[in-house]
């Protein structure tokens, strides 16, 4: 074969290989962005396709039982900053320096040293085969207020087209250590030694009143988290392995690893890889108002979204406000193989906004053969920062709607939660205590 021919073919082989990759961000002949001003219908939606999770272009391509309403458009509109907090970003820059990624026995990396605000403020600077983990490590530890709490609703829809308001929750989120904000320490002393304790108790229908599950998360993240589970029937709380990370929370498609705003628990026990970057069409500033109700009990708001039926998925209307393209890190998370087995997911790609480190916004499910098994979305807006002046955070209970296809079993699970209080402004309603709603001695005081 003559010099010239090899030369062609090994440069074509490089091309195919970088417009294979879906990362690669090389030239095309499609847009680099999406004007202001377009809408996307099913019509156009191949065009703008690169700027979509797998699962978004899966529901669009309708190759599967869901897909988007026929008659659906998304309006799009410019980009609008969200940054992190200032006392955030100046707790990054007073700690950040002393934090460092170490190697555990089981393989997998865990930060020492970290303070507060962003651990790895410059993520992609050092060992390259690091990135993912300072990435993540910058997601797992974004910023989140001391307390929210925001009443929260479960709505499934089935194959039949069945679409039902399920449960009524409450959800009660705190951070007790590592915090940046202007009325509390770093660390509060008596919720040591936890970093962050999420419970939900159910209190609707009649038969799961009084359900409740608690997350407590241990400052040191070689440990292991303490779950709980409280059982009406039985009047009391149950610890449970972290086999459990996998049950289905109160009968949805969200399993308990999924309601951690995008990274799973134990990150100690992942293989984390950085995959690239890529601009991601996404709703994060939702217009306010449609927070406000849950609606009606066999569907959300007609005003601001598509029903649900026969493999249509409920989607946001033009009406719920704008979309805009963020820019992200792309992440691929695997179990390590000796935790591997019997885990929910073989793989969970994140969609981590380079902004802010929000990683719920977007995320790919993957079953054990590594067919995309679900698929998350999730449409809010960013919340003022009490006693911060005009500081704002996207937050883990509301206001928000979590949307989770479930390709595998052709099931789909909506969960709007409305308006958060944060804060002092929690304290009213007693969310500041501890005992109650951070312990497990709490799970008992639920039924008094």
């Given at each position: 074969m003559k010099k010239h021919s090899m030369i062609f073919l090994s440069f074509a082989a490089i091309l195919f290989a970088v417009l294979l990759h879906p990362?690669?961000?090389?030239?095309?002949?499609?847009?680099?962005?999406?004007?202001?001003?377009?809408?996307?219908?099913?019509?156009?939606?191949?065009?703008?396709?690169?700027?979509?999770?797998?699962?978004?272009?899966?529901?669009?391509?309708?190759?599967?039982?869901?897909?988007?309403?026929k008659d659906l458009r998304i309006e799009v509109g410019?980009?609008?900053?969200?940054?992190?907090?200032?006392?955030?970003?100046?707790?990054?820059?007073?700690?950040?320096?002393?934090?460092?990624?170490?190697?555990?026995?089981?393989?997998?990396?865990v930060p020492i040293n970290y303070a507060a605000g962003l651990p790895f403020p410059h993520p992609l600077e050092g060992d390259p085969e690091l990135r993912g983990q300072r990435i993540f490590w910058d997601a797992y530890y974004r910023y989140q207020p001391r307390v929210q709490s925001a009443p929260g609703f479960s709505y499934t829809l089935d194959r039949f087209g069945n679409m039902t308001q399920t449960s009524e929750v409450r959800a009660v989120d705190s951070q007790l250590a590592y915090l940046s904000e202007a009325d509390y320490p770093h660390t509060i002393p008596d919720g040591v030694p936890y970093y962050f304790a999420r419970f939900e108790e159910q209190l609707a229908p009649e038969q799961g009143k009084y359900s409740a599950i608690l997350d407590l998360t241990p400052s040191d993240p070689t440990e292991l988290d303490d779950l709980y589970e409280y059982v009406p029937t039985l009047r009391r709380s149950l610890r449970l392995s972290q086999a459990a990370r996998c049950a289905p929370v109160f009968g949805s498609d969200y399993l308990i690893d999924d309601q951690n705003g995008g990274p799973p628990g134990l990150p100690q026990l992942f293989q984390i890889d950085y995959l690239g970057e890529k601009k991601i069409l996404a709703l994060e500033h939702?217009?306010?108002?449609?927070?406000?109700?849950?609606?009606?009990?066999?569907?959300?708001?007609?005003?601001?979204?598509?029903?649900?039926?026969?493999?249509?998925v409920p989607f946001p209307k033009p009406a719920m406000g704008k979309w805009e393209l963020r820019d992200t890190y792309v992440l691929s998370l695997k179990r390590l193989p000796q935790f591997a087995k019997g885990y929910c997911y073989s793989e969970r790609i994140m969609y981590v906004d380079k902004e802010n480190y929000f990683g719920a916004g977007e995320l790919d499910l993957y079953d054990a053969p590594g067919k995309l098994s679900k698929t998350q979305l999730v449409f809010l807006y960013p919340v003022p920062i009490p006693a911060s002046g005009d500081d704002v955070a996207e937050l883990l209970a509301g206001p928000f709607t979590g949307l989770l296809v479930n390709f595998r079993n052709k099931h789909v699970t909506v969960s709007p939660y409305l308006r958060s209080c944060l804060n002092e402004a929690c304290s009213a309603a007693g969310y500041l205590d501890l005992t109650r709603y951070a312990s497990p001695e709490g799970l008992m005081k639920i039924i008094q």
């Open positions: 990362y690669s961000g090389a030239a095309s002949s499609t847009p680099s962005i999406i004007a202001p001003g377009t809408t996307i219908t099913h019509q156009n939606w191949q065009r703008y396709q690169q700027f979509m999770s797998e699962g978004m272009v899966e529901l669009f391509e309708g190759k599967q039982f869901w897909h988007l309403p410019p980009s609008v900053p969200i940054p992190l907090p200032k006392r955030y970003l100046a707790d990054t820059v007073k700690y950040s320096n002393r934090v460092q990624l170490v190697r555990t026995s089981s393989g997998g990396y939702a217009a306010p108002a449609s927070f406000d109700s849950p609606a009606m009990p066999t569907q959300l708001d007609g005003r601001y979204y598509y029903s649900g039926d026969v493999g249509i």
